[in-house]
């Protein structure tokens, strides 16, 4: 079993830059690939970003491609999501995810553990 917190959410200008983070306690850390979703009102959860086990592979949606980059650091049981020029229909809460499979994943049914989620707000 893992726990996960999510930290560094908050309210931001459209443009603007957040790093979101996730702290991991319990099973080993480096045993889960990890992913950010995020859910808006109303709409379904998405996948944003992914990152493998040992961090030596990564995938993100389209639609964050060259603005948002998901990094993880084993020592320190985190992975980060650094997100850069936001926009406004990207204000969600904001959910970090373990998944235990073999390989990477962005499929949200994969991850079997998840943080309570921490609202990002971008502000037009």
């Known amino acids: 079993q893992v726990q996960l917190v999510e930290s560094g959410g908050g309210l931001v200008q459209a443009g603007g830059s957040l790093r979101l983070s996730c702290a991991a306690s319990g099973r080993s850390f480096s045993t889960y690939h990890m992913g950010w979703f995020r859910q808006a009102p109303g709409k379904e959860r998405e996948f944003v970003a992914g990152?493998?086990?040992?961090?030596?592979?990564?995938e993100h949606a389209e639609s964050v491609k060259g603005r948002f980059t998901i990094s993880r650091d084993n020592g320190k049981n985190e992975v980060y999501l650094q997100m850069n020029s936001l926009k406004p229909d990207e204000t969600a809460i904001y959910y970090c995810a373990a998944a235990s499979g073999v390989v990477l994943t962005t499929t949200s049914i994969m991850y079997r553990h998840w943080g309570q989620g921490i609202q990002v707000t971008v502000s037009s």
């Open positions: 990152i493998s086990k040992s961090g030596g592979s990564t």
